[in-house]
Structures are given as structure tokens and as C-alpha cells.
């Protein structure tokens, strides 16, 4: 009779045990016994993500908003309970006075390669860490950026805190939507050239193959002059640009140097007098929550696509 009570308490134990998850994140796997009850995201982007997929009472804040970026209503609405840690990168001691076992970051999202945030040393404090698809690039090898990155973070996401089957919802209407939409698309004669101005002055600021808006750009039909670079979001000379000739001009929206002043500063430039963007005045502007991985990538394709063909 002992025998057959352990028999079934060990049977009624296996049943009950919580499942382990394990999920890719860039070059590391990382095993969950359980969703986390603590998470802390990084950054205006990751943050929507968590909350998309319902994840706010799984949190106990956000970091890196504030220092650079704004909050739009949908966004302060779906953060209200939460405090923001950090205005910029949180620092080691700020994610650990937290009490957080999750932090959902990227490279140049929240860590810096060599930093003191990474998911080595949070590892110790029982911090784990997923970093964003798109930043893989800074610490290892990928293909360029595509909507398959943002994809598999929200996937990937469901997965750890077992809202799997909320993420996949989510995921395939982004998928319809982006297709029944480009399908309906009056074709290009040609693609158009585009260029990304995110930032900089003496020397722009831009999105290479493996940035986001690489992506974006020939989802809405257009090529990006820098599709050849090597890098994710980088600098690079006005030479570059000029040479390049762009057709279209990106603006990303955000920081102290509003999307009017951008474009002012390229229209009332000299130097810049003979693109075809700003001779023709064909400039348009996204927002960074759009630019970057995240839910609102899809609205972003479709404000290019309409830029693209004159709209």
C-alpha cells in the first residue's frame, strides 16, 4: 500500500510540475521553468510588444523611454500602472533593486556589448534575459532584417509567458493584413531609391540591411540606397547619400530634433541641392515606435507604400 501512494503522489507531481519553455535568443538558448512575474522591457518598441500581448501584470516597469523618446496616448494608457525605472539604459543595480527576474532588451536596446548589462552578468541575480531578433547582428551573424524578426519576438515572447496561442493570433493577422494590403498595391515601375535619416548632422545617422526599416522599405516596394551595408542602424558619410541619389527621403521622429527640423536641415543645404528627394520634395516621416521592431510595423509599410507611389 506505501508503494502504490508514492506511485501515485509521484504520478500526481509529474502531472502538476510546471513545463519548461526554452526559445532562441540570437546565439543562446534560454529555458523558463515558468513565466516570469517580474519583467522589465526596454525601450519604446519592446515595450508595446509586451504590452500587445497582454503582459502588463506581468511587469513591474520600463526603461529607456523618456531620455530619448515620448509616449503617444495608446501607449501612456497601456503603461499607467507601470513605473519607468531608467529614462535611459538601466544600469545593473537598477534592474536587481527591482526585484526582476525577466529583462527584454537588445543590443543598443537597452545593452551594449562589453556593457554591464548583459545576459551574462544579470544571470547571477536570476535575471534572464531575451534580446531582440533585429540587434542579433551586433553580437553574432544574421540575414538582413525582415517582418520575420518582429515576428519571432512576439512568438517567441508567447512562448515564455505561455500566451503562446495570443502571440500567434496576433502574428498571423499582422501576416493577412500585410499581404491582403501589398496585394492590392498599383505596381512601381521601378523601385524607388530611399534613404533613412534617423539623425546627425555632420554625419547621418541611417539603417542598413540589418535595421528594421530594410525591411519595411521593400515590403512597401522601395529599396533601401543601403541595403549594402553591412550594419544595423550606423553612421556613415553625406558622400554616401549624395551619391546614391535617394528618390525618397525616411525621416525617423523622435529625440530633440524634431522630423521639420530634419527635413529643413536637407532642404535648406546646398550640399544637398541636386537629390532627387529634395528637389522633388518627397519626404515622409515615421515614427520611431514605427521604425523600429515592433507591432506598429505593419502601419509603417503602409505609410511608405503610399509615399512610394506619390500619396
Known sequence: MKFTLTALTAAMMATTAPAQTTVQSCDRQVTFDAPPKAAISNDVNLTEMMLVLGLADHMVGYTGISGWKTLD??????VAQLPELSAKYPTKEVLIGADADFYFAGWNYGMKVGGEVTPETLDPFGIKVYELTESCIHIGEKSAASMDDMYADLLNLGAIFDVGDKAA??????????????????????????????????A??????????????????GTNIMNDFEKSWATVGWEAIVDRNPEVIVIVNYGDVTAAQKREFMTSN??????????????????????????????????????????
Open 73 to 78: 496616448v495608446e501607449m501612456r494608457e497601456g
Open 169 to 202: 493570433e496576433l502574428v498571423a493577422g499582422y501576416k493577412a493584413d500585410l499581404e491582403s494590403f501589398t496585394a492590392t498595391l498599383a505596381p512601381l515601375e521601378a523601385a524607388p531609391r530611399v534613404f533613412v535619416y534617423d539623425s546627425g548632422d555632420d
Open 204 to 221: 547621418p545617422f541611417t539603417a542598413g540591411r540589418y535595421a528594421m526599416p530594410n525591411a519595411l522599405i521593400e515590403a512597401a516596394g
Open 270 to 311: 546646398p550640399a544637398f541641392a541636386d537629390i532627387d528627394a529634395v528637389k522633388n520634395d518627397r519626404f515622409v516621416t515615421l515614427e520611431y515606435v514605427e521604425a523600429t521592431p515592433g507591432p506598429r510595423n505593419i502601419k509603417a509599410v503602409k505609410t511608405l507604400a503610399a509615399a512610394f507611389r506619390g500619396e
